[in-house]
């Protein structure tokens, strides 16, 4: 099983603020296997990011991801309130694995 | 629009049955790979279970901790998929969502859960 660490595992940013999140895999992993979710408060987890760059449907042009093999990240451009959220990264290289999420807050 | 929709949880015994079903609308349901993911406090996202297509004979997949437990099924005369979960644990608490997934790759949509809590 590999497993995904996620730091930080919580964090504050003003608005405006640039935001990473970094993933860990325990074992290289093609970027066509590494994925991003956004669960917000009392919702169920949404597709933010697909094959480690492609933006879901849907979701703002401030949000990007990059990464290879075992290093993967997130970037919000700039923080704006409604980001406001945990977020997971996932992979579906072998039996399918998630993060334990970065609880992202407003400062 | 695509649409998810979960019932069946609630409370059961430890060693109980509790079967999940999962409805699915807005997209054509035979053509796509059908999972649950559950989430707890104490572990987080899991995934549990994954519905191949017919013209996969409908092969199945279980994570470790459920398997000859849980039996996920489908019925794309319907539109919906299920999870029958036998010998239930304390552990197995959580929400449980039906997910759509893109072949080996990712969950693309989230129904909105359903809880299952195992408690004498």
């Known amino acids: 099983e590999i497993v995904l660490t996620q730091s930080p595992t919580t964090m504050a940013a003003s608005p405006g603020e640039k935001i990473t999140i970094t993933c860990s895999a325990s074992s290289s992993i093609s970027s066509n296997y590494l994925h991003w979710y956004q669960q917000k408060p009392g919702f169920s987890p949404k597709l933010l990011i697909y094959?480690?760059?492609n933006l879901a449907s849907g979701v703002p042009a401030r949000f990007s991801g990059s990464g290879s093999g075992t290093s993967y990240s997130l970037t919000i451009g700039t923080m704006e309130a409604e980001d406001v959220a945990t977020y997971y990264c996932?992979?579906?290289?072998?039996?399918?694995?998630f993060g334990a999420g970065t609880k992202l807050e407003l400062k | 629009e695509v649409k998810l929709e979960e019932s069946g949880g609630g409370l059961v015994q430890p060693g109980g049955s509790m079967k999940l079903s999962c409805v699915a609308s807005?997209?054509?349901?035979?053509?796509?790979?059908m999972n649950w993911v559950r989430q707890s406090p104490e572990k987080g996202l899991e995934w549990v279970a994954e519905i191949r297509l017919k013209s996969n004979n409908y092969a199945t997949h279980y994570a470790e901790s459920v398997k000859g437990r849980f039996t996920i099924s489908r019925d794309d005369s319907k539109s919906s998929v299920y999870l029958q979960m036998n010998n239930l644990r304390a552990e197995d608490t959580g929400i449980y969502y039906c997910t759509r997934k893109l072949g080996p790759y990712y969950f693309d949509y989230w129904g909105q859960g359903t809880t299952l809590t195992v408690s004498s």
């Open positions: 094959r480690t760059s």
């Open positions: 807005g997209f054509t349901f035979s053509n796509y790979w």
């Open positions: 996932q992979q579906g290289s072998s039996i399918p694995t």
